[in-house]
Every structure is written in structure tokens, then in C-alpha cells.
């Protein structure tokens, strides 16, 4: 039995939910279907921001948005102009969902539940007359003369214009393959570290602002580190991973860090603030308290790393301690072993290359009526509500398009 849609969107995550969605609206006589191959669908979204949904992040200039893509800053730039976060946050007004900013920039429903953000697709596909077929796992694409051809495990489809919304899905990236387009091949991005350190053992839950560099290259991000069990995490290491994805992957996660807990600060120049806390506080212990934006348990474990002990006073720090400690501030050397998702939110660097689609269309420019939307295409980004609103711009593009 073969079924005849105008638009078959194969893929059941955000992405595909936003695209069927815009389209329907836009034209209400066309019938659209979305093939998802799982028995659920909008998995990512419901356990994404801690199953909050970071839906968007509150930086409403389409070029400032784009730098927060590793990969898909330059093309990312026209389509943020179409449809940037401001619109996504009309969008969701329109359709009963009211988002909320925070104070790092990120955005999420009032409710701080990703499920008032599926109740909205789901209702909506319902009023619009969407088809949502899960347990759909696609087998073969087929490209006729103004048709495809889609062959599912339960029956084939035809139709006029196909999106593929699947994500990092190797299987059909291996599809696309075969109609000609490249795939840039995938590795992880948005991973933590993880690390075997002394200095850092027993510390888990602590919190800091800090610098961070991969020794022997120009990889460098600032922002909050947090120590974890397992090693280094928090905003600053993920925002190094993204950025630092496939350099990282070639060295196969073995490699070593810079860590500066006093960014934008020198050695020479944490060794003169040392010499001015020596004055300062010569009668008290070194190691008891913190005289710096420091936690207090961390600042004690580099000053024991410094070679300093425990019970030793400012004044009776040599000035070779006071070196040790002032590297340890800025410059301690970390091991890094290995790497660990992040939470469930697992996003991959890789896919279609950018090369091959047109980012005013977001149509394939090898195949007419083949269009892209959401991560089955080279593009990633930070984490901070940015990967949600690639999708949701994207999508509407192609909706806008097909329309």
C-alpha cells in the first residue's frame, strides 16, 4: 500500500514538530505527515534543561547570536535575520506558551516544564490535521521525476517535497550519502572532563570562575567551572568542547588544560598580589581562608599543592612558595583523560555539509524538494537554549519556502 502526501517531514524531535507545524499554518489544504522512528516522540525536548527546555536564549541580535555556533556561524547569519529569538518568543506567545529569562540569558516555559512546550506541538499537529506516525524507522529514500518515494518498515510513502529533521542519525546520513551529499563525520561536542587530580579530589560541587586552555593550541574559553566526581565541568569546559570538538577528538580526549582560577591575571601578576596579601595578613594562616574569589576548600587545596603546609603563616611563605602558589592560581596543569556526556543532552559536531544546502531555502542544492532542518546538518552550538533555536529558525524557513 503506498500513501500520498504533498510533505513528508521524517523526523519527530523539535525540529520536525516546528517545520510541520509553520507549514500547515501557513497553507492548511496541504497534507503533512511526520515518520518518526521511535514509539514516542519530542524526546530530546522533554529531558533537555533538566526537563525545563531551554526552548531559546535572550540575545536578540541575529549577528551576536550566530558567534555562539562553533560550527554555523557564517551561514547561521542570514537566517537568524528571518527568524531570530525575539520571533521564537512571539511564536510561542501566539500559541499559549509564555517563556521566562534568567539570569545567564537562557529562556524557559513559566512553568519550567518541557512538557507545556510538547503539549503545544501535539496540540497543535492535532488541529492542524498533521499525521504523526511513530514506530516509522525509513528504509530507502528513492528521488523520482517531481516525486519521493519513502519506504518505511510498515508501508511506502510518496510525496511531493521531503524534510528530513532526523538529527545525528547515522543511518539516514548513510541515505543521503547515496544521493550525493557529503557528511562531514560526526564527534561529540558539549562534553565534560574527566580528570584524576589530587588538587581537585574530594572538591566535587565546587564552583568558580575560571580560564581554561588546551595546552599546545589557541583553544581557550572563560566562564564557571564546576568540579565534578568525575572531573571538570560547568559553562566554561562545555563551551571548550564545542568549540574545540574535532581538535579534541583527534587526540582522542587525552590531552592536558591550563587552568587560570584568576582569569585575564598573569603569573608575575598573582605573585605581586601574593607579595601585598603576605603584608597584609602576615599573622594568619595561609590555607584557613581564602583572601580571593575563591572557594575556600579550593583555595586551600592549591595552597597545599603549592607545597605549602597547612598550618603556615603569610609572613612565613618564602618566595619560592609564593611562585608555586601564584602557577597554581593561574596556570595549574590538569591531565585530562577521557570525556563524559553532558547530562542527556548530547549534541554531535558533524553532518550534511553546509556547502551543499542553501541557507536562504534551506533546500539541498543537489536535490530540488529535499530540505534541512535542525541538527542532521553540520551545525552545533553552545549550550544555552542555541542548538533549540537553530531548529526552530530553520525550521520556519523551509516552512516559509515550501509555503
Known amino acids: 500500500m503506498i500513501s500520498k502526501y504533498d510533505i513528508l517531514i521524517i523526523g519527530g524531535g523539535a525540529a520536525g514538530f516546528f ?14 505527515a511526520i515518520l518518526e522512528r521511535g514509539k514516542t516522540v519530542l524526546e530530546k525536548v522533554r529531558i533537555s534543561g533538566g526537563g525545563r527546555c531551554n526552548v531559546t536564549h535572550a540575545c536578540f541580535v541575529p549577528n551576536d547570536l550566530a558567534k555562539f555556533y562553533p560550527r554555523g556561524e557564517k551561514e547561521l547569519r542570514g537566517p537568524f535575520h528571518q527568524f531570530c529569538s525575539g520571533d521564537t518568543i512571539e511564536w510561542f506567545e501566539k500559541h499559549g506558551v509564555e517563556l521566562k529569562i534568567e539570569d545567564d ?10 512538557t507545556t512546550i510538547i503539549n503545544c506541538f501535539q496540540n497543535a499537529t492535532k488541529q492542524l490535521g498533521i499525521d504523526v506516525l511513530t514506530s516509522h524507522s525509513v528504509q530507502s529514500l528513492y528521488k523520482g521525476d517531481g516525486y519521493w518515494k519513502v519506504e518505511t518498515h510498515h508501508e511506502s510513502y510518496l510525496c511531493q517535497q521531503l524534510v528530513m529533521t532526523t ?23 558539549l562534553f565534560t572532563f574527566n580528570i584524576k587530580d589530587a588538587r581537585i579530589k574530594d572538591l566535587m560541587g565546587i564552583a568558580s570562575l575560571a580560564q581554561v586552555t588546551v595546552k599546545d593550541s589557541k583553544l581557550d574559553a572563560t566562564g564557571p567551572l564546576l568540579i565534578t566526581h568525575w572531573g571538570m565541568s560547568g559553562p566554561g569546559i562545555l563551551r571548550l568542547s564545542a568549540w574545540g570538538a574535532r581538535i579534541l577528538a583527534e587526540r582522542n580526549y587525552q590531552f592536558s588544560i ?16 601574593l607579595k601585598d596579601l603576605k603584608l597584609e595578613h602576615a599573622k594568619k594562616v595561609v590555607s584557613k581562608k581564602s583572601p580571593l574569589a575563591l572557594p575556600n576548600r579550593l583555595w586551600e587545596s592549591l595552597v597545599i599543592a603549592s607545597g605549602i603546609a ?8 618564602s618566595k619560592l612558595q609564593l611562585q608555586q602558589l601564584a602557577a597554581q592560581l593561574t596556570a595549574g596543569e590538569y591531565k585530562v583523560n577521557g570525556k563524559s556526556t553532558f547530562k542527556e543532552e548530547f549534541v554531535t559536531a558533524g553532518g550534511i555539509d553546509l556547502k551543499e544546502i542553501n541557507f536562504k531555502t534551506m533546500q539541498s542544492k543537489l536535490h530540488d524538494g529535499l530540505y534541512f532542518a535542525g541538527e542532521i546538518v553540520n551545525i552545533d552550538a553552545i549550550t544555552g537554549g542555541f542548538n533549540f533555536q537553530n531548529a526552530w529558525t530553520s525550521g520556519f524557513i523551509v516552512a516559509s519556502q515550501i509555503s
Open 19 to 32: 517545520t510541520a507545524i509553520n507549514i500547515v499554518e501557513k497553507n492548511p489544504q496541504l497534507k503533512v
Open 258 to 273: 591550563l587552568v587560570n582560577w584568576l582569569p585575564e591575571t598573569t603569573p608575575e601578576e598573582a605573585a605581586t598580589l
Open 310 to 317: 597547612e598550618d603556615t603563616k603569610w609572613a612565613d611563605l
Open 167 to 189: 538529527g545525528s542519525n547515522p543511518k539516514v546520513w548513510e541515505m543521503l550519502q547515496e544521493l550525493g551529499h557529503t557528511i562531514v563525520p560526526p564527534v561529540a561536542s
Open 105 to 114: 540569558g537562557r529562556m524557559f516555559p513559566t512553568t519550567d516544564s518541557s
